[in-house]
């Protein structure tokens, strides 16, 4: 053989190498963009459930503080009701008070009627 047939299987061997190292490199890069990908999908899947959550839970503020609003109206109206009230329930207490002090001092206007009558007969 001569040097120059020694040579060229030496380069051979060497373009080999370097060609099986290419081919290697390629893989990993395929191997690589693959999983960038996968990741990508599962971070689009991850943002349509957030969103999808997000609008849920901003449907359900909404109609809370519909609720909340609707409520403290009631609450507003029944207090403006109370007070309202109140003054007439305070009348009425002491007139219930006056009407049960004055029957146990004096007689009703029928028992004095029939007394008088009853005495007069005597």
């Known amino acids: 053989m001569t040097q120059d047939a020694t040579t060229s299987e030496g380069q051979d061997r060497g373009d080999r190498q370097e060609l099986e190292r290419l081919r290697a490199e390629v893989a990993e890069a395929r191997h690589h963009l693959l999983t ?71 007689p009703s206007v029928a028992r004095r009627a029939a007394r008088r009558v009853r005495s007069a007969l005597r």
Request: hydrophobic share 30%; proline share 1%; glycine share 6%.
């Open 36 to 106: 960038v990908q996968d990741h990508v999908v599962g971070i689009e899947a991850e943002n349509g459930r957030l969103h999808r959550d997000l609008t849920r839970v901003t449907m359900e503020l909404r109609q809370a503080r519909r609720r909340t609003k609707r409520l403290t109206e009631q609450r507003d109206e029944l207090r403006r009701r109370l007070d309202d009230l109140r003054p007439r329930l305070d009348r009425n207490r002491a007139r219930v008070a006056e009407l049960e002090g004055a029957g146990s001092a004096r």
